[in-house]
């Protein structure tokens, strides 16, 4: 590391065979496309697959923004009813409105899965910044799924390896006010037609560490290419019940100031559920870094 960041930089990595890296005395507002910091943060990502930064105190949501341009290039998601009113670049994860205005979408990612893997071109980096939390639910997990695939059973390798994953978002489309009297069946067809199935690799090489990492979730995969539908029933259970396991599981219990930044390559994550009566509100940047999303993709 370069030597003036260590004299005010704690950054304390993974033990091997370990995820997560935290990092101590970074002020993000001071970062620079220019500084050596946003790439410092990138190669931690990479090698930690998730980077808290502690002790962020008072971002704007302005210097957030600005702070995701240094790392990469900002998402702004498709469905503008997540968005920021202000900064369309932040999705909003809101459980509480404030003078009868809606603010974002309650309930987001309770559920395995990576983020926009539904998409043709995934999002690489999410980076998470918590407004205030619940009492009852301060933690996000993940799970590896380098680690996984290294340890999967010779049967289930035998059914990803080489093959297509089909990933659908409609199950977990939110219903907005603009549907009011459409059914079911039309607000699915919307919504698939808005954002179709996408096919990806189930398992891929990630472009910069060369792992292999098995890219399905219980959130977005619906099955596998080429299996009946009673095949795919039966394998998808057995992957994802392997996949689930609390062995494999790392949760992040956050501190206020936090600000949560992973590579979704690696990763499959979800949120927890708070009370009821209980709120929470948490920003979202989705950050592209511009490489292809794994080996033998267009970035």
Not at 99 to 111: D, I, L, P, Q
Not at 181 to 207: G, M, T, W, Y
Not at 284 to 290: F, K, L
Request: proline residues 7%; glycine residues 6%.
């Amino acid at each position: 590391m370069n030597a003036v960041l260590e004299e005010k930089v704690s950054i304390t990595e993974a033990a091997p065979g370990k995820i997560g890296a935290e990092v101590r005395g970074w002020d993000v507002t001071t970062f620079t496309k220019d500084s050596p910091e946003p790439e410092l943060l990138r190669q931690l990502i990479y090698r930690n697959k998730v980077v808290v930064m502690r002790d962020q105190y008072e971002l704007s949501e302005q210097q957030y923004v600005d702070f995701a341009r240094t790392v990469g290039r900002p998402q702004v998601y498709f469905q503008p009813q997540y968005h920021h009113p202000d900064h369309p670049e932040i999705f909003v994860s809101n459980s509480l409105n404030e003078e009868g205005k809606k603010f974002g979408v309650s309930g987001t990612g309770r559920y395995w899965h990576t983020d926009c893997s539904f998409e043709k071109h995934p999002l690489s980096f999410t980076c998470v910044r918590p407004i205030f939390f619940p009492k009852s639910a301060r933690e996000t997990s993940y799970i590896d799924m380098a680690r996984v695939y290294k340890e999967l059973p010779d049967d289930l390798r035998a059914y990803v390896d080489g093959r297509m994953a089909m990933q659908e978002a409609w199950p977990r489309y939110k219903v907005q006010t603009s549907d009011l009297d459409k059914s079911i069946a039309e607000l699915i067809e919307n919504f698939k037609a808005e954002c179709p199935p996408q096919p990806h690799p189930a398992v891929i090489e990630h472009p910069v560490t060369g792992e292999k990492c098995l890219y399905i979730s219980s959130g977005f995969t619906s099955g596998l290419v080429g299996l009946s539908h009673e095949e795919n029933q039966r394998v998808m259970k057995e992957l994802f019940e392997f996949v689930e396991q609390p062995k494999y599981v790392h949760t992040h219990f956050w501190e206020d100031n936090d600000l949560l930044i992973w590579d979704n390559r690696s990763l499959i994550h979800k949120g927890s559920k708070a009370k009821p009566g209980e709120h929470s509100r948490m920003y979202r940047i989705g950050i592209y870094d511009d490489l292809p999303f794994y080996v033998g993709i267009a970035p």
